[in-house]
């Protein structure tokens, strides 16, 4: 393999990391409150057909990628009102919102399947971007670096910051961090609101750069394997991110194996990969040797109540 | 004055009935708002989408046909469910029911005989089980959680069932299109109505429903499960398995969601081709909660979420509202059922400021 194809290798990996990598950290924010939302994917879905349509229409991406974050954001509020107002069963309720989602997201796609947009646009890095060879690793869409300036913004903020002191208690432990007087229920809805716009993002990523088209259900279950980056990345940034260009690389492994014909695989078995990756992943921080040495919030997934 | 909320002692077990009616009210109230607001007749979309499949032979025998699945895997997942099993994969082990009873009738296609149809279907409820198996496994051997392995083996079943479509089992006489041969008249489920696609297996779902009411009920197996839903350290206390559990009800809930695949490709469908479920597996979910889980309550809610389907295909044809309508509208239903249960567990009182310390 030459020196070249690696690079294109690694450029892949990292469009296809990306939207992986966005919806992860977003949803390890709100898991990090001590909530439990299952509906990634049908934000995903929902953000990627609303970018999708703003940018068909006006041409515009900037304005296609807030909508987007928006659309998950407002999804993530239905979720956030049933869970947190109306307490109910967090799991259900992440369930109802990826089959509201995905529905929602083929009836707002209805009219836009197989239009072309083009992509996002590349921003070189200067400098860097000028360098032989890995140069092309610097001149990517803006996507792809605020994936990477979130984590470390995430991590800062999770670790050195007051705010994510509180949020890290709420998700700990709700009633001290109640008791001290932090507004649980509020906190935690921010999060889940922040949740809810980085799946948007991640699925406008998918849906205005990676493969700029809408196709129904065309996330393919990259929010499920979001979440299981969440648990993989034991809740912690920058392990999220390695998760993620973990599951982008044997994505595009994949893709490469099908495309090259090197192997007398059948495309579907090689499509099974990402899938079959996250299970064996699942298992092996589960227990064995590579067992995560942290666990989950104590709160994950437990309704609060406020005592009156 | 405001509104106060208090948490009630018992959760009112007369709203736990009444609360899913009233969700299926408001949710045909705002999916109706939903048609208008989409630049459809509200009138005209309601009637096609929720009333006209109840008119006629043809609505009212599809409503079982497609309830059948529904109610199946509703059933079975219910016992998860009630568990605290999260068996979120039943739309994986249903497809890999409908291959592997499907492979059986394609296996046997030139033989005939009255064994065969009963073959297929243990296949097909062995197919199910064997993939709801792997997350059963590995929930109790390495305490992985069983939602996030049982949807990924989702996609691999789908992926599986292509595979073999477009590959080996692909009818070598049928011009190249991705699809199997048809299974002969021994491979197929019977037909209960002339002129309608209301088939046997319709019987078997209803029969397997009232059996596992019965389990659910009268059984200590019903019981455990019940009670390791309920607290597992009581049930630990108490000397019930956990694994057992866990074992058991994913393993009936695939078997269950396997036949209910086999149903299909040997019912309404006759042959195996790409795509031979609408989502079954996952709208079985809404079916189970809106039923309540409890077997018999599972029974009208399966109806109604058939409705969805028939009604979303109905509405596409008389007053062309887009077919994706329907999982919005079954995404609603879940979501007000999920809200209204909030009325259950505590009581809505208007109350003067003045008397409102609590």
Not at chain 1, 129 to 155: C, E, H, K, T
Not at chain 1, 278 to 286: A, C, D, G, K, N
Not at chain 2, 130 to 135: E, G, L, S, V
Request: with cysteine; hydrophobic share 55%; net charge positive.
């Amino acid at each position: 393999m030459s020196a070249e194809m690696l690079v294109s290798l690694l450029l892949t990996t990292m469009t296809a990391a990306t939207p992986l990598l966005l919806a992860a950290l977003g949803e390890l924010v709100v898991e990090r409150a001590g909530v439990l939302n299952l509906g990634v994917e049908g934000m995903m879905l929902t953000g990627a057909v609303s970018g999708f349509a703003i940018m068909s229409l006006t041409g515009n991406p900037a304005l296609a990628i807030l909508t987007a974050v928006a659309a998950g954001a407002l999804l993530a509020a239905i979720f956030g009102f049933l869970v947190l107002s109306l307490m109910s069963n967090q799991v259900a309720t992440g369930l109802a919102l990826t089959i509201f989602g995905t529905g929602l997201s083929a009836l707002i796609g209805t009219g836009f399947t197989g239009r072309p947009v083009p992509g996002l646009a590349k921003l070189p890095v200067p400098v860097l971007s000028a360098i032989p060879l890995v140069g092309r690793l610097f001149d990517q869409d803006a996507l792809v670096y605020l994936a990477i300036v979130a984590v470390a913004a995430i991590a800062w903020f999770l670790k050195s910051t007051r705010g994510g002191l509180v949020l890290r208690a709420v998700g700990e432990a709700d009633l001290s961090a109640h008791s001290i007087g932090y507004p649980v229920l509020r906190i935690r809805f921010l999060a889940i609101l922040f949740g809810g716009a980085m799946a948007g993002l991640g699925g406008a990523y998918l849906s205005l750069a990676y493969t700029p088209m809408w196709v129904e259900n065309m996330t393919a279950g990259r929010g499920w394997i979001a979440l299981a980056i969440v648990v993989f990345a034991a809740w912690r940034p920058w392990r999220a991110a390695g998760g993620a260009y973990l599951f982008g690389g044997i994505t595009v492994l994949q893709l490469y194996l099908q495309g090259s014909g090197l192997l007398p695989i059948p495309p579907q078995l090689l499509s099974m990969l990402p899938y079959l990756g996250t299970i064996l992943v699942l298992t092996l921080i589960s227990s064995g040797p590579f067992r995560a040495r942290f666990s989950p919030p104590a709160c994950l997934g437990k309704p609060f109540r406020p005592p009156t | 004055m405001r509104i106060l909320v208090e948490p009630r002692r018992q959760p009112s077990r007369r709203l736990w009935t009444l609360t899913p009616i009233l969700a299926l009210v408001l949710t045909m109230a705002i999916a109706t708002a939903l048609f208008a607001a989409l630049g459809y007749d509200a009138a005209d979309s309601f009637m096609a989408f929720f009333v006209s499949p109840l008119t006629d032979l043809t609505g009212l025998t599809e409503l079982a046909v497609k309830g059948a699945p529904l109610l199946m895997i509703a059933a079975g997942l219910a016992m998860a469910f009630r568990a605290g099993v999260s068996n979120i994969g039943a739309e994986g082990q249903l497809i890999m029911g409908a291959v592997a009873g499907g492979g059986v009738a394609l296996a046997f296609w030139e033989q005939s005989g009255p064994w065969i149809l009963p073959l297929m279907a243990l296949a097909g409820i062995g197919g199910g089980m064997a993939w709801a198996a792997i997350p059963a496994f590995l929930r109790v051997r390495f305490a992985v959680s069983e939602i996030l392995t049982s949807l990924m083996l989702t996609y691999v079943a789908d992926l599986f069932l292509n595979l073999l479509v477009y590959g080996p089992w692909r009818d070598p006489d049928g011009m190249n299109f991705p699809q199997s041969r048809l299974f002969n008249d021994d491979e197929t489920l019977g037909i209960l109505v002339d002129g309608t696609r209301l088939h046997t297996g319709t019987l078997v779902a209803l029969v397997l429903a009232l059996a596992v009411w019965v389990v659910m009920t009268r059984s200590l197996l019903g019981f455990r499960i019940r009670t390791v839903g309920a607290s597992a350290a009581a049930a630990r206390y108490a000397g019930f398995g956990n694994d057992r559990v866990i074992w058991f009800t994913l393993l009936a809930s695939g078997g269950l969601a396997g036949l209910a695949g086999l149903f299909e490709v040997a019912g309404p469908i006759g042959q195996i081709i790409p795509q031979i479920t609408p989502g079954y597996g996952f709208t079985a979910i809404i079916v189970a909660f809106l039923g309540r889980l409890h077997p018999l309550g599972i029974v009208p809610a399966a109806l109604v979420v058939a409705l969805s389907y028939i009604g979303g295909e109905n509405a596409q044809v008389l007053v062309g509202l887009p077919k994706a309508v329907t999982g919005v509208v079954q995404g609603l239903l879940l979501f007000i059922l999920l809200a209204s249960d909030f009325l259950v567990r505590y009581r809505l009182r208007l109350a003067r400021r003045a008397g409102a310390a609590a």
